[in-house]
């Protein structure tokens, strides 16, 4: 007797995950990505750190 590899009913051998309804699919649409987000996030890192080290520091 062969079985599949691929079984569609796997997750839903426990009771309680046979009670739950079907995984929602949602394709989520692409972010929009803007162009000064690194640069924010750079000094926003660089000011995190300096406050950090100057804090123990001094």
Known sequence: MQRRHVL??????????RTLPP???SVAPP?????DSDVKLFLLSFAAF???????IF
Do not use: N
């Open 31 to 35: 972010a929009a990505k803007d162009d």
């Open 23 to 25: 995984p929602a699919i």
């Open 50 to 56: 300096f406050t950090c080290f100057y804090t123990f």
């Open 8 to 17: 569609t009913s796997e997750s839903a051998r426990h009771p309680f995950r």
